[in-house]
């Protein structure tokens, strides 16, 4: 069974800090990876995705993978109160000759005042 | 508005009922996809459909049907309904069921089985 595995949180940072929020997977052959964002009681929506090793970045987020350590994470600079969500890690992989998305438990973050 | 849609928004039934919950994107996508979120929020995929063909069924119990009328629409029908199905329905789409690409969420359907 592949796995993809997030610490639950919730992470709590200070309006304005950096929130790092980290993901692992157990599919070597895993290519793409992606970063959902959900609201309490909102569907998923994608904020960043990545398949190469090293740093994405868009506005004040950065995707970070390193396909060795299996292992990506996404950073938020000068976090907001309005980033307070649960952060979905997905990684991409094949099953039955298609492509799915295998997602996380997710990380829940709060963002204070 | 270009979107996937569902409906109904909320479904609250008796054990024992049969019910549907269907889903239609006008994006376009070839490939379409059912997810159940339970309690503890963990979103585990169900069933994908491409160019209304089932391509993966994750063990799901055969009280759940999916059905794909065409390549825009795939509805979930659920016979006899256990308390353990309470949990929101995501349906997905996107564009090919290749590597990359992003998939597109419905605002779920929350079902809640008494």
């Known amino acids: 069974q592949k796995e993809v595995e997030q610490n639950s949180g919730p992470l709590s940072v200070p309006e304005g800090a950096i929130a790092s929020l980290n993901c692992t997977y157990s599919?070597?052959?895993?290519?793409?990876f992606f970063w959902y964002r959900q609201y309490s009681g909102k569907s998923p929506e994608l904020i960043m995705f990545i398949y190469s090793n090293g740093d994405k970045e868009d506005g004040r987020f950065t995707a970070q993978l390193n396909k060795a350590s299996q292992y990506v994470s996404l950073l938020i600079r000068d976090s907001q109160p309005s980033d307070s969500a649960t952060y979905l890690c997905?990684?991409?992989?094949?099953?039955?000759?298609?492509?799915?998305?295998?997602f996380g438990k997710g990380t829940m973050l709060l963002v204070s005042p | 508005d270009t979107a996937v849609s569902q409906t109904p928004k909320y479904l609250v039934t008796q054990m024992g009922n049969d019910k549907s919950i269907k889903c239609e994107q006008n994006?376009?996508?070839?490939?379409m996809y059912w997810y159940k979120q339970d309690s503890k929020k963990f979103l585990k995929i169900m069933f994908s459909y491409n160019n209304k063909e089932l391509i993966i069924n994750e063990t799901v119990p055969n009280r759940f049907s999916p059905k794909s009328p065409d390549k825009a629409h795939l509805n979930l029908h659920i016979n006899s309904l256990e308390l353990g199905d309470s949990a929101v329905y995501f349906c997905?789409?996107?564009?090919?069921?290749?590597?990359?690409?992003?998939?597109?969420f419905g605002p779920g359907t929350r079902l809640t089985v008494l």
């Open positions: 599919d070597r052959g895993s290519q793409s």
């Open positions: 997905a789409s996107t564009k090919t069921p290749g590597a990359g690409y992003e998939q597109f």
């Open positions: 994006l376009g996508h070839d490939t």
């Open positions: 997905a990684v991409n992989e094949l099953n039955s000759g298609y492509s799915t998305l295998t």
